[in-house]
């Protein structure tokens, strides 16, 4: 079912606290070539969570970005983007969009993973998703019908569009500012990860002279 991971978490050194001053491009981060749309407003920074539901990286950074969040200052938006590489990537994705379509992602995020990981469970069948989406307060029905919005495929459509705009070849991955690119390798490791973001962020706003 799952494919291989095309990231593999490197052991490489850094510190956990680290300044923008300290990062180097192409050793902490990767700068894209052409800097994508970001959907944040003006004076914000977006800082996109690039993930896999089926990912066992992604699943162990998100205590870790979790426990950024509560840190940040009200200009940052973290936003979620599911990873769309075909196969169970893709409905995985649908039903992370089905999700907010419902208005249960938020709450229903961390218990997917759960599911998959701690509970062996493959959730890539439309039943399956549709019957854990009802501990959420919708119907089967109403799930079912989400799972196959337009909405919700085009939305899946434009994620898939946003990973080719990004060159992503794999997760996890922070993307700060539609720019910076953080991976496990980059950062040295999963939980160094939000470090680096985070200097990221600041660097931005040094930029911005803010």
Not at 35 to 41: A, G, I, K, N, S
């Amino acid at each position: 079912m799952l494919k291989t991971l095309m990231v593999a978490v490197a052991g490489l050194s850094l510190s956990a606290a680290v300044s923008a001053q300290e990062l180097v491009e192409g050793q902490h981060y990767e700068v894209l070539d052409e800097p994508v749309e970001t959907r944040v407003d003006e004076g914000q920074i977006e800082v996109l969570d690039v993930f896999w539901f089926g990912c066992p990286h992604c699943y162990r950074l998100q205590p870790h970005v979790n426990e950024w969040v509560e840190t940040l200052d009200d200009d940052v938006v973290i936003e979620k983007m599911p990873a769309t590489m075909g196969g169970d990537w893709n409905t995985h994705a649908n039903a992370f969009y089905a999700a907010k379509e419902l208005g249960i992602e938020e709450a229903l995020h961390a218990d997917f993973f759960d599911a998959i990981h701690q509970d062996q469970r493959s959730l890539t069948e439309e039943d399956e998703i549709a019957a854990f989406f009802t501990d959420y307060g919708v119907s089967e029905e109403e799930a079912k019908e989400a799972l196959t919005a337009f909405n919700v495929r085009s939305n899946v459509n434009k994620a898939n569009s946003r990973m080719r705009e990004m060159r992503l070849m794999g997760v996890p991955a922070l993307v700060i500012d539609g720019r910076y690119v953080v991976t496990p390798s980059s950062a040295g490791s999963l939980e160094n990860m939000p470090n680096v973001a985070d200097a990221l962020v600041d660097q931005v706003r040094e930029a911005r002279g803010e």
